[in-house]
């Protein structure tokens, strides 16, 4: 009863003071109407401004538009008279709020701002390579800092686990950002994503953060085209876990072979000695097999409540799988898939 008292206080605290960061957050990435011309008269407060263009039509919220300028130490700058002209591509909060800040302060220099988008990457050093491509740094700096041990134990991760902390998303910075800086980034994106609601779903399943992510990584190698299959996958996994199976995704075997682009799993394959090999070792792998997508976690998160132990690729170019309880339905399934692969010549 002790732990369950401390466990809500901790989850009532974490989203107490986890909010004003989350709500933030989502000011920042609102969208707005941009690519217009705003005479300013008269020198003008943040405020004032605020009501202008939530009057106008620009902007949906003044409240938030302070907010965020709030949030970024502006509140006291004084808007020059002038003509104010908003660019097609200040099409955020943000941006409005970053570039009004340049206008009301010209001689600081302008920084340019980039969208940083991170998806379908498998590795720290695919996360890295992705990033320089956006910003002044280099790949190997980027690796660097994503393998810096003590990093990684700072924001509480091992080196297996540390790859469940990037997350798949659009970040919003300056192209001169620091590697530094945009490990910041990251974590702060972490933390807004692992709120108090998503926090306690993995504690009911008895699963940390970095085992929900792990989970996904596998979910999500197995089904990345049909996404609505995901949450019986892993409703799949989750019955093999608690029952004390093996998992014995294919998924994990290719990466212990270190070939995704294996089409078929052969007896050979299933030998290889690896750590994440799910068809020898028992529960979930140290670490993720790739970094899965947000909504193949929330997927986990919220698994399909079945009793399904068996699944296999039907035997057409669908995309989806057959499920199966028992191991003889199992067998019917596989056999018509294995005649399938063979007169398709998938080898």
Not at 66 to 83: A, D, Q, R, T
Not at 239 to 254: E, H, I, Y
Request: glycine share 4%; net charge neutral.
């Amino acid at each position: 009863m002790k732990k369950l008292i401390v466990l809500i206080l901790v989850l009532v605290g974490a989203g107490y003071f986890g909010y004003p960061y989350f709500k933030v957050y989502q000011i920042s990435n609102t969208p707005i109407e941009s690519g217009f011309n705003l005479p300013i008269v008269s020198e003008m407060s943040y405020a004032d401004l605020g009501e202008e263009l939530q009057n106008s039509g620009y902007i949906e919220s003044s409240s938030d538009f302070i907010m965020l300028v709030k949030h970024k130490g502006y509140l006291n700058e004084k808007i020059p008279s002038g003509k104010l002209k908003i660019e097609k591509e200040w099409n955020t909060y943000n941006s409005l709020v970053n570039n009004i800040h340049y206008y009301a302060n010209p001689s600081i220099k302008k920084r340019v701002i980039v969208n940083v988008v991170i998806n379908n990457v498998r590795t720290i050093e695919d996360v890295a390579g992705v990033v320089a491509s956006f910003i002044d740094a280099d790949s190997s700096s980027l690796s660097a800092i994503f393998n810096n041990d003590s990093i990684i134990a700072h924001y509480g991760f091992t080196k297996q686990t540390f790859p469940t902390f990037f997350m798949p998303n659009t970040y919003e910075c300056y192209s001169d950002i620091t590697p530094e800086q945009f490990i910041k980034k990251l974590a702060s994106c972490y933390k807004n994503f692992w709120n108090a609601t998503r926090i306690q779903k993995a504690a009911d399943l008895n699963l940390s953060q970095s085992e929900i992510t792990i989970l996904a990584s596998i979910v999500y190698e197995e089904q990345k085209v049909k996404f609505d299959e995901q949450a019986k996958i892993a409703g799949l996994y989750i019955n093999r876990l608690k029952d004390g199976w093996k998992l014995q995704a294919d998924p994990t075997v290719k990466y212990a072979v270190g070939d995704f682009t294996l089409r078929r799993i052969l007896k050979k394959h299933l030998k290889t000695q690896s750590p994440y090999n799910t068809y020898l070792h028992e529960g979930l792998p140290p670490g993720p097999i790739s970094i899965p997508e947000l909504q193949t976690i929330d997927a986990v998160l919220n698994y399909e409540s079945h009793d399904y132990f068996y699944m296999c690729a039907k035997p057409e170019y669908t995309g989806y799988h057959n499920f199966s309880k028992t191991l003889d339905q199992h067998n019917v399934y596989s056999n018509a898939y294995h005649k399938w692969s063979d007169q398709q010549n998938i080898r």
